[in-house]
């Protein structure tokens, strides 16, 4: 198959990309104990400028949402300022770059949060461990969220929103997706409540959609993307009825006029429930606006998507880790460099800035 369909150029809103390429967000824990980005960072992104558009790795909203060893925030000034380089870098080489907006929720731990316990729809434990500055510790019961605190959790995005504005980035991502406390009050394996968040579709994803209708708000629709990962398993997540679930999320997001929904589809049994119907194609036909694919896999199955109409871009994650000209190879049929999997989170230029580029 010719690859053409993702370098053709793409209008997401106001934005004007250059192909359909994305590089999805990928943790990488190069920031500093108080989740700033570093010089490193900015060479990071800006050596891979040549995707239409770049979502960073996962971003802190406040205190109460971190949970990884360093990964970067976006609630202080310092941050904002760290940020700056990243984003003037990017833009510089002709790229766009959203930031994804994170609250890790169960998932979190103590050790990340000064004692206090991580909260979360439900009282209910995901199965697992986590790495704590204290080394692997297993998952803890949260602190189901009181009613009343729900409303300054949905304007923490919002402020984040503002933030990631002031910083430069071109939108925002929001991480509704694996496991993160988004998520885990769209699905019933993770949210029990018996209030106006619990219980019905319509109520497990009420705050999914206040959340994009604040961060809307503190900009604009066309600004906030949403990605959704309707088959994860990813941190302990299980759903009852996922095409029910996810449809009524897509279709309801689609009502707000969002930038794009970006859904992963990776391969089966890869962090994925291997007995699940893929719900894309559908939560596309719901959503109604631009689409954005993770199949997990090549360039020649994201030109399939693109030839069936099962997306508008596409995104790609280990390899444009690996490949910093990942769309100059691409389109020129180059091998591409592999990843090293020793290095994914380790701090340092190894494993994230050294990767060669064609001469």
């Not at 370098?7 to 920031?31: I, Y």
């Not at 979360?120 to 434990?125: E, K, L, R």
């Not at 503002?162 to 929001?174: C, I, Q, T, Y």
């Not at 018996?194 to 994009?212: H, I, M, Q």
Request: overall charge positive; hydrophobic content about 40%; aromatic content about 8%.
């Amino acid at each position: 198959m010719s690859l053409t369909r993702l370098f053709r150029p793409f209008r997401l809103g106001p934005l004007s990309l250059a192909n359909r390429f994305v590089m999805a967000p990928m943790t990488r824990g190069r920031n500093d104990a108080h989740g700033v980005p570093q010089p490193l960072v900015a060479r990071h992104y800006a050596d891979r400028a040549s995707a239409g558009l770049i979502v960073t790795e996962a971003t802190a909203i406040g205190p109460g949402g971190c949970g990884w060893l360093g990964a970067p925030g976006i609630w202080s000034d310092a941050q904002v300022a760290g940020w700056r380089p990243v984003t003037s870098a990017v833009h510089a080489r002709g790229g766009k770059i959203f930031v994804q907006l994170w609250h890790m929720g169960r998932v979190s731990h103590p050790d990340f949060l000064g004692g206090a316990l991580p909260v979360g729809p439900s009282a209910i434990a995901a199965k697992g461990e986590t790495h704590t500055p204290n080394g692997k510790q297993p998952y803890v019961t949260p602190r189901a969220l009181e009613l009343a605190e729900i409303p300054r959790i949905v304007q923490e995005y919002a402020a984040a929103t503002a933030r990631a504005r002031a910083a430069g980035f071109d939108g925002v991502e929001l991480h509704a997706a694996n496991g993160y406390l988004i998520d885990q009050f769209l699905r019933d394996g993770s949210n029990q409540r018996g209030d106006r968040y619990g219980g019905s579709v319509a109520n497990r994803a009420r705050f999914l959609l206040e959340v994009a209708q604040a961060c809307a708000g503190a900009w604009s629709a066309d600004r906030v993307g949403v990605r959704l990962s309707p088959s994860g398993a990813y941190n302990d997540m299980t759903d009852s009825n996922p095409a029910r679930t996810f449809g009524h999320a897509a279709r309801e997001l689609g009502r707000l006029g969002l930038a794009y929904l970006h859904v992963t589809e990776t391969v089966k049994g890869h962090f994925m429930h291997v007995d699940l119907p893929a719900q894309a194609g559908p939560m596309r036909r719901a959503f109604g606006g631009p689409f954005l694919l993770n199949l997990g896999a090549d360039a020649a199955a994201g030109e399939q998507a693109l030839a069936e109409d099962r997306a508008d871009m596409i995104a790609f994650g280990m390899a444009f880790l690996a490949n910093p000209d990942f769309v100059r190879r691409t389109r020129l049929g180059q091998p591409l460099n592999p990843p090293d999997w020793s290095s994914l989170y380790t701090p340092g230029e190894k494993g994230y800035n050294d990767y060669p580029a064609l001469a």
